[in-house]
């Protein structure tokens, strides 16, 4: 079983629709989580960190569920500039603080 | 502009013959890594370093070396490179990766034929 686990989509939605992505991890002692964006050809950027209070930025929102081991990212308003591919991200306890376990990532393609 | 810059972004290469990419960083980030990149396998970890002079192996190091004389470059090299590590490769860094994550450079698209 893969420590990240993502549907790899792609998930095709017209603009102004909501999308979710979820996320499962499967080492239940990991301590942090991120989602990073990555258009085609170019490096990841971190877009959000996921507290355990879920968390929001602007049309962006961010939910953990360690209990069932999962992360979302929740999308209001999509716009054809969030056509991209979502990576969700885990740092593993087991693994120590400076790992990084990448999921390989949703695509969205965003239509007008 | 804070950044980390790798060298070449594309690179095409004959089997064996050794190459080195080279990955800068100027925010006096102590933590550098290298990843690869595969369709349908994500990012994985090659090697990382916590410091000059400290480095270890990631989840796939076979085939890799690494060297961190100074904080800002963290270069990788294949010394008999073998079709199978065609890839895209990213240099990132950070303070400290699980709180902060990390910034990646923009990539080196590697062939070797």
């Known amino acids: 079983r893969k420590e990240v686990e993502q549907d790899p989509g792609p998930f095709n939605v017209p603009e102004g629709a909501t999308v979710a992505f979820n996320c499962t991890y499967s080492?239940?002692?990991?301590?942090?989580f991120f989602w990073y964006r990555q258009d085609c050809r170019k490096e990841p950027k971190l877009l959000m960190s996921?507290?355990?209070s879920g968390n929001e930025d602007g049309r962006f929102t961010a939910q953990l569920n360690r209990a069932s081991q999962y992360i979302s990212l929740l999308i209001r308003d999509s716009k054809l500039s969030d056509s991209a591919t979502y990576l969700c991200?885990?740092?593993?306890?087991?693994?120590?603080?400076?790992?990084?376990?990448f999921g390989a990532g949703t695509r969205l393609a965003v239509h007008p | 502009e804070a950044q980390v810059t790798q060298n070449p972004r594309y690179l095409i290469t004959v089997t064996g013959k050794k190459l080195t990419v080279t990955c800068s960083q100027n925010?006096?980030?102590?933590?550098m890594s290298w990843y690869r990149q595969d369709p349908g396998l994500g990012l994985r970890q090659i090697y990382y370093?916590?410091?000059?002079?400290?480095?270890d192996k990631g989840d796939v190091p076979e085939g890799y070396k690494v060297s961190r004389k100074e904080k800002r470059n963290f270069p990788l090299i294949l010394e008999s490179p073998s079709p199978n590590q065609t890839s895209l490769y990213f240099c990132?860094?950070?303070?400290?990766?699980?709180?902060?994550?990390?910034?990646f450079g923009s990539g080196t698209r590697l062939t070797v034929v």
């Open positions: 996921v507290y355990s």
């Open positions: 925010m006096n980030h102590e933590y």
């Open positions: 990132a860094s950070s303070t400290i990766p699980g709180q902060s994550g990390y910034t």
């Open positions: 080492n239940s002692a990991s301590q942090s």
């Open positions: 370093s916590m410091n000059v002079e400290v480095t």
């Open positions: 991200v885990v740092t593993p306890f087991s693994g120590g603080y400076n790992k990084l376990i």
